[in-house]
């Protein structure tokens, strides 16, 4: 009998949508399957620590870690395990743990998803679920993955990018030059997160002031965006190099748009895994440009691509990319597959064989250099 997989499912972290992990953590936890595989939690806490236990998560949704043991990984190439940690005053204990053959990092924004945790498990030489250090940095940065989508003649929006020390220096300036990107309404957004943390849409001059600075509360780039009026379409892709795209979905938010209480705090936005009214032409163009953009970015493993569908146009306009999105069994990545014939359960299989597959492609990659004779 071949041993049972360990999968390490990472959780929490140092983001805006370390509630959102949560959620989406305690999903994937309730179909890994223990008859085959080994299962660890790791608990991340808003501090950057790291924790595990047999119920690591329901301990950082309490907010009491007692019952929990710090834990680390180390950068060492082919070690691949998690050791725990002890203090004796200023001196540290570690004892292995267990071998881990695939980290499951269901952490979303910041720390997780935007390429720093996958840059950590490459020094490391694991097997992880995802997109890798440049398909998660590409597709956090909403003003960066527009210019690539740009350069792929991917149709996006058009925008304007701000460092929080220019907006802190010189407000006005930055007012200025917002509106003279399009008419209001203009939305701002933190470049680097996403459930909708920091987003405001803006319809004046002290709108636009006040979502810069609580768009820089988040993060040091701030994004401004032309504002349409359009309905929300989301495409979900699975694979590594042949990805495949779902059926189109639609988002009907409950407020003005899809905000964090729409999304989060209140039932009334609907969600329909197969979006109504759309032409064969208009779905094959959709998928087309999902999985261009996938390409485009070196994604991996999944991601929810959405878009921007004008209304009284009907242009479509690329959104952003999500390469770690909402993992619930209610979020629209698994119930677009799931009205694509794909189960919750059969999805998360399958992103563990996504990742034991770009591991072994990775694998294949010679890192010294041998002089033919």
Not at 85 to 100: F, Y
């Amino acid at each position: 009998m071949s041993k049972k997989l360990t999968i390490a499912v990472l959780f929490g972290g140092r983001s805006g949508e370390h509630e959102v992990s949560l959620l989406s953590a305690r999903s994937v936890l309730s179909v890994l399957d223990v008859e085959k595989y080994q299962i660890l939690q790791i608990a991340i806490s808003k501090e950057g620590q790291w924790f595990s236990g047999p119920d690591a998560l329901a301990a950082l949704e309490k907010g009491d870690l007692s019952g929990v043991k710090p834990v680390l990984f180390l950068p060492d190439a082919g070690n691949r395990t998690l050791y725990t940690v002890s203090w004796q005053g200023k001196s540290a204990r570690i004892e292995p743990l267990a071998d881990v053959d695939v980290v499951f990092p269901v952490l979303h924004g910041t720390f997780g998803e935007d390429g720093t945790l996958q840059g950590f498990l490459e020094m490391a030489d694991m097997a992880y679920v995802g997109a890798g250090v440049l398909g998660s940095a590409v597709g956090m940065d909403k003003g960066l993955f527009k210019s690539v989508m740009r350069a792929n003649q991917i149709p996006v929006l058009d925008w304007l990018i701000f460092n929080r020390s220019e907006i802190e220096r010189n407000m006005r300036a930055c007012l200025e030059q917002a509106e003279t990107l399009a008419p209001y309404p203009l939305f701002v957004k933190p470049a680097n997160l996403g459930s909708s943390v920091g987003i405001s849409k803006v319809k004046s001059r002290a709108d636009l002031l006040e979502g810069l600075l609580e768009a820089a509360r988040y993060d040091r780039r701030i994004l401004v965006e032309r504002g349409i009026d359009a309905r929300e379409i989301e495409v979900s892709v699975l694979g590594n190099e042949e990805p495949a795209a779902s059926l189109p979905g639609e988002i009907r938010p409950s407020a003005e748009f899809y905000t964090y209480a729409a999304k989060y705090l209140d039932d009334r936005s609907e969600l329909l895994p197969r979006a109504a009214d759309l032409s064969q032409e208009q779905i094959r163009e959709i998928q087309t440009y999902a999985l261009s953009a996938y390409k485009a970015c070196d994604c991996a493993g999944l991601a929810r691509v959405d878009f921007l569908l004008e209304k009284g146009t009907g242009r479509i306009y690329l959104n952003e990319i999500n390469t770690m999105p909402g993992f619930t069994k209610i979020s629209m990545y698994p119930k677009m597959w799931e009205a694509s014939g794909v189960t919750y359960t059969q999805l998360v299989e399958r992103l563990i064989e996504l990742a034991l597959e770009r591991k072994a492609e990775r694998d294949r990659t010679e890192h010294s250099f041998r002089r033919e004779p």
